[in-house]
């Protein structure tokens, strides 16, 4: 070969090789292209006959399971990776469905699945899948979708259609579900999508019934704390780590104690004191509340005996959080500890906020007449910053105003003229008026000229331990000739 022809070698051949690495780039590419295709078009991985020979479906509403859902999930990923559209997980929780379930018979509750495991099949697209994952909770599997607008469509149909009152072996039921979603790919992995769904849920739940909410960022950080709270609370009900402590009620024409409310607060072994408005909500929102409530009701039963042991008679108010309204025993497991302790029922007092009364009229009815027949007095809290409606005011025997009324009283006069209204408008409904929050001699001094019937606030006394409460009131109390 002469020198010509290898000089031409030298420069063919890595030309040759360089054409040759880009031929199989493009190969591999058109492979992978081709694979994805294959995917795109592949129907699912298993059929229904599949669904029954491996034990994929739930057997009560025979829909798809947790496992089979896990597998469509996977798929739905790979497709919608392919075809470069969007896959929604919808987490679908029932709102009420725990209260359902104690007061009727038990088959009432199963029933009630079935017949939701049916509407949501038959509100369902093509495309879609339903599961039950457990529980009240079930998971729409949303395929083949490029917006969100067309998502939002899907789900707003689907709360139509599962909200329509039941009827349960004679049993009219009122349905409320909650709705989160995540969707796929802003969240890449099937685990991943259905903690965000179910962390979206229940930011729809906090936000009221009937309610969708999408997955968004800031909700992954709120609900790692709320995630770590939960944890934190269930052992501090194991350990014992809560505590009352007992603010006085003055009476505010002449002074004396007519009553004390009981505020709880948590012992944290490392966080220290924490205060009822960082815990509550997320007592409720993981199901702990009604111990929670039952441990402070069975703890001011104890108080109240061993006061009234001591000859000293008051009457304590125990706060009650919404979601407790919706428990139909709450009444009777309060009464049973008030007679455990043989106690009159007038003792104690239940604190309701207004805003649960506007959300769930038909919940919050129900409890007041059970409330007024086992003669339990109940106040109205945070009256005057939320929209109660005259018909709720009604039910109730006491109004607390609210600290924000209190701060302006003195210094505002259209507050001062608001809470002269709201004073006699409560008044006339036979009601008695307490004053929250007070801290200075001139916020009493409008209170007392308004007529006010209680004050309660730091200038009487921040909130004490029940060792406290003795003394306190034997110096403070009415005397009695
Ligand atoms: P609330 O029922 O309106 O209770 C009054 C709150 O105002 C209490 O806060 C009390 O410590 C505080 N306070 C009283 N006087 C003054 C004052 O003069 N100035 C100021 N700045 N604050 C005053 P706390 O104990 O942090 O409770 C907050 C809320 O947590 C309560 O509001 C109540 O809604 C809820 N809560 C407390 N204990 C319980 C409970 O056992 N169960 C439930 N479900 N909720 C509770
Ligand atoms: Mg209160
Ligand atoms: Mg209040």
């Known amino acids: 070969m002469s020198d010509f022809n290898y000089l031409l070698l030298w420069i063919a051949l890595p030309a040759v090789l360089l054409a040759a690495l880009l031929c199989i780039h493009s190969i591999a590419e058109l492979v992978e292209k081709l694979k994805a295709y294959w995917i795109g078009r592949q129907p699912d991985i298993w059929q229904d006959h599949d669904l029954n020979l491996n034990g994929m479906r739930d057997p009560l509403t025979q829909l798809p399971n947790r496992s089979a859902l896990m597998k469509k999930l996977q798929n739905a990923i790979r497709r919608a990776h392919a075809s470069q559209s969007k896959v929604a997980v919808a987490l679908i929780n029932l709102d009420d469905f725990k209260p359902v379930k104690n007061t009727l018979h038990h088959l009432t ?17 093509g495309a879609d899948i339903a599961c039950r994952i457990g529980g009240d909770a079930f998971l729409l599997l949303i395929q083949e979708v490029k917006t969100h607008q067309e998502i939002e ?13 039941l009827n349960v072996n004679d049993h009219a039921i009122n349905l409320s ?29 906090s936000a009221g019934r009937n309610l969708y909410r999408f997955y968004d960022e800031e909700m992954g950080v709120a609900g790692d704390q709320l995630q770590e709270m939960q944890l934190d609370l269930k052992q501090a009900l194991e350990n014992n780590e809560f505590e009352l402590y007992f603010q006085p009620k003055v009476d505010a024409q002449h002074g004396h104690i ?6 709880i607060r948590w012992r944290h072994p490392v966080k220290g004191s924490i205060l009822p408005t960082v815990f509550i909500q997320a007592a409720e929102r993981f199901g702990l509340i009604s111990r929670i409530h039952h441990w402070v009701v069975e703890e001011c039963c104890r108080t ?4 009234r042991s001591q000859g000293l008679h008051t009457q304590i108010s125990v706060n009650l959080a919404a979601q407790q309204l919706r428990d139909p025993a709450l009444v009777h497991h309060i009464v049973e500890l008030l007679d455990q302790f043989q106690l009159p029922h007038s003792c104690l007092v239940f604190e309701i906020s207004g805003l649960m009364a506007l959300k769930h009229p038909d919940i919050f009815n129900a409890r007041m007449a059970e409330f007024q027949s086992a003669g339990i007095d109940i106040a109205l809290d945070d009256f005057g910053i939320t929209n109660a409606s005259i018909a709720y005011l009604q039910k109730v025997q006491q109004v607390k105003l609210d600290r924000k009324i209190t701060i302006k009283i003195a210094d505002d006069k259209k507050s001062h003229e ?5 004073i006699r408008l409560a008044h006339s409904l036979d009601q008695i008026v307490v004053a929250e929050g007070i801290e200075n001699e001139a916020q009493a001094r409008c209170f007392r000229e308004l007529k006010c019937d209680m004050m309660q606030g730091h200038l009487f006394g921040y909130p004490v331990s029940a060792d406290k409460l003795a003394p306190l009131l034997e110096q403070r109390s009415a005397k009695v000739d």
């Open 153 to 165: 469509l899907i789900i707003q149909r689907l709360i139509d259609s599962l909200i329509s009152p």
């Open 418 to 422: 608001m809470t002269d209204a709201l």
């Open 258 to 263: 007519r009553g004390l409310e009981a505020l």
């Open 177 to 205: 579900i909650s709705v989160g979603i995540a969707t796929y790919p802003a969240i890449p992995d099937t685990d991943h999508l259905i903690i965000c769904a179910d962390t979206a849920m229940y930011q729809a739940k």
């Open 109 to 125: 509750g199963d029933a009630e699945l079935k017949i939701i495991a049916k509407r949501l099949e038959a509100s369902l697209r």
């Open 304 to 307: 109240m005996h061993r006061l």
